[in-house]
């Protein structure tokens, strides 16, 4: 059997399926939110970078003319960094859910006791 088909056997020997099945869940869920903010900085980080490359064509006229794409810009650079921080907060969140995880799959000091005695 594969790695995941042994942890999953493992941890339904000692009863602990439920718990691994809704780790895993969250797990996923975390990771396809990253996987969304990730795609969505790219794009924003894309349309930034656009923007200021053409500011910078113009010598900075083109936001001074437009006050309107300045203003964009910095929402854009606001919306980037709430990202940032949100993935960052979802990337500890996930990295604490994979340590539960993983202490899921090490035997206790009682299951330890129990397989000594066999």
Not at 19 to 48: G, Y
Not at 78 to 107: F, G, N, W
């Amino acid at each position: 059997p594969d790695f995941a088909d042994a942890c999953l056997e493992y941890v339904s020997a000692w009863g602990r399926r439920k718990r691994w099945d809704f780790l895993m869940q969250n797990i996923r869920h975390l990771v396809l939110k990253l996987q969304r903010f990730s795609d969505s900085m790219h794009t924003t980080l894309a349309d930034l970078e656009g923007s200021l490359t053409e500011d910078e064509a113009s010598q900075g006229m083109a936001s001074f003319l437009d006050p309107q794409k300045r203003f964009n810009q910095e929402q854009m650079i606001i919306t980037l960094d709430a990202m940032r921080e949100q993935s960052s907060e979802d990337y500890r969140e996930v990295t604490a859910l994979l340590k539960r995880l993983i202490e899921l799959t090490h035997p206790t000091e009682m299951q330890e006791a129990v397989e000594a005695k066999s």
